[in-house]
């Protein structure tokens, strides 16, 4: 199992993903159209992230921030460690496997969140090949 080296390197990665996937001219206004608010806890580096749609235009079509303090109410909740969220990325965990086996705990509208799998799987193979150059130690 690939680990992070620490919450920072976590935190780090995952802003990057967020970023590829909300300038991604196919995913981008997809995900902000889709207009779903969620909030990610990751237990093991103990974070939390919001995550919605950037209604202003611009270069971004998502905006999120490390904290519980947001200015909007997230449809859907997960809980997953750290390690899950690395395999999610890399297209090597099954969301709906994840949430039977109770690896991915959630709350609010899972089926809305579920839509939004398929808008995500060009980001698989972008975030292995940053893994692979950045960091290698992360690629399952």
Not at 10 to 39: C, H, N, W, Y
Not at 43 to 68: F, H, K, Q
Request: aromatic share 10%.
């Amino acid at each position: 199992m690939s680990e992070f080296k620490s919450p920072q390197e976590f935190r780090e990665v995952v802003d990057r993903v967020f970023t590829i996937m909300s300038r991604d001219p196919e995913m981008g206004p997809k995900l902000r159209d889709a207009e779903t608010p969620q909030r990610f806890e990751f237990p093991d580096v103990d974070m939390v992230v919001n995550i919605t749609y950037a209604d202003g235009g611009g270069e971004d079509c998502l905006r999120w921030e490390w904290s519980d303090d947001v200015d909007w109410e997230p449809e859907v909740g997960m809980v997953m460690d750290s390690d899950i969220a690395n395999r999610y990325f890399q297209g090597k965990e099954n969301v709906a496997m994840a949430i039977a086996r109770r690896r991915i705990k959630t709350s609010g509208n899972v089926k809305k969140a579920l839509a939004l799998i398929p808008i995500t799987k060009p980001v698989f193979a972008r975030y292995r090949a940053m893994l692979e150059e950045e960091y290698p130690h992360l690629v399952e």
